[in-house]
């Protein structure tokens, strides 16, 4: 069973522009969500997203988005990035109908804006 | 909002040995999940031991241990008999039943180094 793939690995984007990253689950979990880590803030919790709708959403601003295609897939863009946007960004998947069901991380994408 | 912490930035042991990572937590909740995740250099983040708070008996798994206080809200992880392999950044997590399946509050992590 294919686990959580992430895409791409490795990013470097000048400020101001825009970025998307991509999530794919393991198949059969409907949910997926979204982490940043960076060394000052650690691990924050961007948005959830199940069976195509935002079900949970951070502290962050409007510039981050998320969308979930009707196959699960998932995609967050970041708009008008800043450098504080640096960081790696972590997806994890999980069934979702319930809140026991365990969670499953990628490897993660890692963002540098310069 | 709760929130988790953990007070010990980096720890060290002997392979072999025994090592407890400690995390406090703060909830005005009586039902949620408390996780320990490891996560080595490859940046994957794995599951290490989850305990349901309804449950008194602490969760066990292999050379993986919890010491569970709900009352002091604390839950420790011990890991037993170290190996090279358990080298990693180790976070503990909590996730509410109430707010949504699959939010989860993270602590700042442990860095933990296996000495040969």
Redesign the interface.
């Known amino acids: 069973k294919a686990g959580v793939t992430q895409t791409p690995r490795y990013l470097i984007k000048t400020r101001g522009q825009q970025v998307t990253l991509s999530c794919s689950p393991i198949s059969g979990h409907r949910?997926v969500?979204w982490?940043q880590q960076t060394p000052g803030q650690?691990?924050?919790?961007l948005f959830?997203y199940?069976s195509e709708t935002q079900?949970?959403k951070?502290n962050f601003p409007g510039r981050f988005s998320g969308r979930q295609f009707s196959n699960s897939r998932s995609e967050m863009n970041v708009s008008t990035l800043e450098l504080g946007d640096s960081a790696?960004y972590?997806c994890?998947s999980?069934l979702?109908?319930?809140?026991?069901?365990?969670?499953?991380?990628?490897?993660?994408t890692?963002l540098t804006v310069v | 909002a709760q929130t988790v912490t953990q007070s010990q930035p980096e720890m060290s042991v002997q392979e072999a040995e025994t090592v407890t990572l400690s995390c406090t937590y703060d909830t005005s909740e009586s039902d949620y999940y408390l996780f320990w995740y490891k996560q080595p250099p490859s940046r994957q983040m794995i599951l290490v031991i989850r305990q349901e708070a309804y449950k008194q008996q602490n969760a066990t798994e292999n050379r993986f241990s919890v010491n569970f206080q709900k009352a002091a809200k604390s839950f420790s992880l011990k890991i037993s008999d170290s190996q090279l392999g358990d080298a990693a950044m180790y976070f503990c997590a909590y996730r509410s039943l109430l707010q949504g399946a699959q939010k989860l509050v993270f602590g700042q992590g442990t860095r933990l180094t296996i000495n040969p």
């Not at chain 1, 650690?42 to 919790?45: D, I, N, T, V």
């Open positions: 949910s969500s982490y650690g691990l924050q919790f959830e199940f079900r949970n951070g790696l972590l994890a999980s979702g109908g319930t809140p026991d069901t365990e969670a499953f991380f990628g490897q993660g890692r």
